[in-house]
Nanobody
Framework: QVHLVESGGGLVQAGGSLRLSCAAS????????MGWYRQAPGKQRELVAT???????IYADSVKGRFTISRDNAKNTVYLQMNSLNPEDTAVYYC?????????????WGQGTQVTVSS
């Protein structure tokens, strides 16, 4: 069993910053890619950023230059530093991890953390 627990969401004014964290625990042999997705009301879930175990990153065009994804492999934790937030960033943010356990490789999701940006 693998669990992803997110933290760091909240309410912030436009132009402000937040830092999200997501810690993975449980039956983990290796974590491959980790990432952040978000889902705004009435919209589909979309990719925000991903990072491989080697540190290669991919960002959605809408967050390039404002958000930074990073990870601590020793702690099985991924972070998302979000700067210059605007109301369009309001969404539930979900952590995602591609986890190799002893017998199986599977994709796991966190429960989500709300980010609300006021204008």
């Amino acid at each position: 069993q693998v669990h992803l627990v997110e933290s760091g969401g909240g309410l912030v004014q436009a132009g402000g910053s937040l830092r999200l964290s997501c810690a993975a625990s449980g039956s983990i042999f290796k974590i491959n890619a980790m990432g952040w997705y978000r889902q705004a009301p009435g919209k589909q879930r979309e990719l925000v950023a991903t990072i491989t175990s080697g540190g290669s990153t991919i960002y959605a065009d809408s967050v390039k230059g404002r958000f930074t994804i990073s990870r601590d492999n020793a702690k099985n934790t991924v972070y998302l530093q979000m700067n210059s937030l605007n109301p369009e960033d309001t969404a539930v943010y979900y952590c995602n991890a591609d986890v190799l356990s002893v017998l199986v490789r599977a994709e796991h999701w966190g429960q989500g953390t709300q980010v609300t940006v006021s204008s």
